[in-house]
């Protein structure tokens, strides 16, 4: 994996003060690329930014995927686009599918215009697994997805079809990585619509019962961010055709339920704060539009891709704990 390639390659990444952009963001700037940030701010974070911020090989353009100038000013002289940006979460969709709608199919298009019209090599974007909608088989493979089970699922849908039609109508390169429960340091605990592992952590912390929806027992392929980050890496170099166009899981490959997801949190951050172990958890109704489980087949993305993730769940969650508790606490 020679990622040496990528020093002085101009890189734009929309949603960049995001959880999962920052880190990008940080990852190329060590590797010597020039980095574009582009984020409107509605929930990235500034502070996400503060070890680049200053970097002369960074900038920052506060602005929106939903207008169509600002993307093409955005791509202009970029050789890449990681394209992070989209309004994340199931419920937030249901409550607001309009906003959703807006953000991650017309933004989504607005972007893939901008980057063919400025002659960007590659955009690799962020899919999703809630794309799998109600299939039931295990694990999940590209090729076989269902119905999608909420107005989020269906836009991030949207973007692997519009990905596929420009390849077929203006030979315009994509990859989508399709992201299963990506966590880890920088990820926001707080909101209404905070990932589930930041949002227990912050809870066990706080010395609050943590409220697992349904019994538990529905599992995830969680997956540690620096995973992510290297699925981003081996996207943007990749130099074989037949990996270019594609969809690929971007995960461990292993799946937890919930219940152990919190025996892990509970075994881990009591190491800080022992009374964390006694704390009771609550147990309340499943949420409209959750899929009951996850858990994805790697194999194509380590045959075409060369993937091999580097984090386990447990080791990404022990890292992820350390982080929060020296961040956060």
């Not at 060590?30 to 409107?40: F, P, Q, R, S, Y």
């Not at 996400?48 to 093409?72: A, H, Q, W, Y």
Request: with cysteine; charged share 25%; net charge negative.
């Amino acid at each position: 994996m020679d990622f040496t390639k990528l020093k002085n390659k101009k890189i734009l990444i929309t949603g960049g003060a995001g959880f999962i952009g920052s880190n990008l963001c940080e990852k190329l700037i060590e590797l010597g690329a020039i980095v574009k940030c582009l984020d409107n701010f509605s929930t990235g974070q500034r502070e996400n930014l503060n070890s680049v911020i200053n970097n002369p090989n960074f900038t920052l353009i506060e602005g929106d995927i939903r207008n169509l100038k600002t993307c093409n000013e955005a791509c202009e002289n970029i050789d890449f686009v990681l394209h992070q940006a989209a309004l994340g979460s199931v419920p937030r969709s249901i409550k607001d599918p309009i906003t959703s709608n807006d953000v991650n199919v017309g933004g989504f298009l607005n972007m893939l215009v901008a980057a063919r019209d400025s002659g960007v090599k590659r955009l690799v974007y962020a899919a999703s697994s809630s794309t799998y909608g109600d299939s039931e088989s295990l694990p999940k493979v590209e090729d076989t997805i269902g119905k999608p089970l909420s107005p989020y699922a269906i836009t991030k849908y949207v973007n692997e079809l519009y990905a596929d039609v420009f390849k077929k109508t203006y030979n315009f390169d994509t990859i989508g990585l399709r992201y299963f429960n990506v966590f880890g340091r920088k990820q926001n605990p707080n909101g209404a619509y905070a990932a589930v592992i930041p949002k227990f952590v912050i809870q066990l912390m706080n010395h609050e019962s943590p409220v697992i929806n349904g019994d538990g027992e529905f599992s995830r392929d969680f997956t540690y961010i620096d995973n992510v980050i290297l699925m981003n890496l081996l996207a943007l170099t990749s130099e074989s055709d037949e990996a270019l166009n594609q969809v690929y899981n971007t995960a461990f490959g292993e799946r937890t339920t919930l219940n152990d997801l919190m025996k892990y949190l509970k075994q881990y951050l009591s190491e800080f704060d022992p009374k964390i172990a006694e704390i009771e958890v609550i147990y309340g109704e499943n949420r409209i539009g959750d899929i009951p489980h996850s858990l994805a087949s790697i194999d194509k993305a380590k045959n075409l891709l060369d993937y091999s993730p580097k984090f386990s769940m447990k080791e990404g969650l022990k890292e992820a704990v350390d982080w929060y508790w020296k961040n956060l606490k």
